[in-house]
């Protein structure tokens, strides 16, 4: 089932975020902030703007994507964003990732977004990831660069 995060929901998804950061080669580089996460889910789900939807099975969150839908820094036109999307390692490959990305595509649709963008930074499944969006509708646009400085 795929529905809003409500207030509730935010200590389960901080969890959910711990793990998706756990696995991560270049996320967990950085220092986890359980109370910055927090205030980023809760201020997705209370803005206008933002949106959080959650996949459950048997009660318990198995996914997740966080969106905000703006107007682009050089546009009045409305770009939406995915800002995380992740599914538990266990429910990996299980409809529920389609639904929430066709529900996020949805959630664009409403808000008059012109477009939706989605990408996979996490450096797990990325290509498996790109290809899931792919079929359903997304199309490869950009390349991705970091330089790290020192620790």
Not at 7 to 18: F, H, I, M, N, T
Not at 50 to 63: K, L, N, P
Request: glycine content about 8%; overall charge negative; aromatic content about 8%.
């Amino acid at each position: 089932m795929i529905e809003h995060a409500t207030l509730a929901d935010v200590p389960e998804l901080v969890s959910l975020g711990r793990l998706m950061v756990a696995e991560s080669p270049r996320w967990r580089r950085l220092e986890y902030s359980a109370d910055r996460v927090g205030r980023t889910i809760t201020a997705l789900i209370e803005s206008s703007s933002g949106a959080v939807f959650v996949a459950r099975q048997e009660g318990q969150i198995i996914g997740t994507i966080l969106l905000v839908a703006e107007p682009n820094w050089m546009s009045d036109e409305v770009i939406c964003q995915e800002m995380a999307f992740f599914m538990h390692p266990d429910h990996r490959g299980a409809f529920a990732a389609s639904r929430l990305i066709r529900t996020a595509i949805a959630w664009s649709e409403i808000k008059k977004a012109r477009w939706i963008e989605a990408g996979s930074s996490t450096g797990v499944n990325a290509e498996r990831t790109a290809q899931l969006y792919e079929r359903l509708g997304f199309t490869r646009f950009q390349i991705g660069l970091e330089c790290e400085h020192g620790t």
